[in-house]
């Protein structure tokens, strides 16, 4: 009898130590991201249409359940045709003619970013549920400020990104996850075709942006102390 006593009480203490390793939080994580990317201007007016990859590296700062800031840095693919578009351009921008040929232009580059996004998590995001009732899944919005450089343009600008998610603990220390960003840039030179119709941008109108839909998956580490779980 004391066999089967001893080897419940050992299942009881093993349980026990992993429920506690759950318990844990971690102040940080790293990972890698793989997905597409499209660009929006002149030569390319739909979502998801002229579709290129995109891959990453990532890092996140788990404030609380709630809240993280994530870094990214990025390669993004991104093309455009004026075959592509229904719209008329001039070979002379600033001096059309009548029956001046339309102009003819593409192409297929890439932009490399690096941006800081802040995330707030609809439920609080953990395995362990506690008196917060964390939840092992979450959707997620978030927003930043980067950087980016266009090969294309050969020029860097201020790029703002924009966007929401899903992500979902996997394990104790695996996250998975899903985001869509739509970084709007400060230049109308992405795509090496700025002011097509003689019209310079402005502050706000005639600007290229682009976006991507990204995988992840990131590792945790740094666990944080007991006491400091408690306020969160």
Avoid at 19 to 35: H, K, L, M, S, T
Avoid at 56 to 67: E, F, L, Q, S
Avoid at 95 to 113: E, I, M, N
Avoid at 144 to 154: D, F, P
């Amino acid at each position: 009898m004391r066999r089967p006593a001893l080897l419940i009480l050992l299942t009881l203490l093993s349980c026990g130590s992993l429920a506690a390793q759950d318990d844990v939080d971690y102040r940080y994580e790293i990972g890698a991201a793989v997905g597409g990317s499209f660009y929006r201007g002149e030569l390319n007016h739909k979502f998801f249409s002229q579709l290129c990859p995109a891959i990453g590296v990532t890092g996140r700062w788990n404030i609380n359940p709630y809240m993280a800031v994530k870094g990214s840095l990025g390669y993004a693919g991104i093309k455009g045709a004026t075959d592509n578009v229904d719209e008329y351009f001039p070979a002379v921008p600033y001096a059309p003619q009548a029956g001046q040929p339309a102009r003819s232009y593409s192409f297929s580059k890439g932009l490399v970013s690096l941006s800081a996004t802040y995330e707030y998590n609809f439920w609080p995001f953990g395995l362990h549920h506690g008196y917060q009732g964390r939840q092992r899944i979450t959707p997620f919005v978030q927003i930043g400020l980067g950087g980016c450089y266009s090969t294309a343009g050969k020029m860097a600008t201020v790029q703002i990104p924009i966007g929401a998610g899903v992500k979902y603990k996997l394990k104790p220390r695996v996250n998975l996850g899903f985001d869509f960003l739509y970084h709007f840039s400060a230049s109308d030179r992405l795509d090496d075709f700025d002011s097509p119709h003689g019209v310079a941008s402005t502050l706000f109108r005639h600007k290229d942006d682009y976006c991507t839909a990204m995988f992840y998956i990131t590792y945790e580490f740094s666990p944080k102390c007991p006491q400091c779980n408690k306020n969160d």
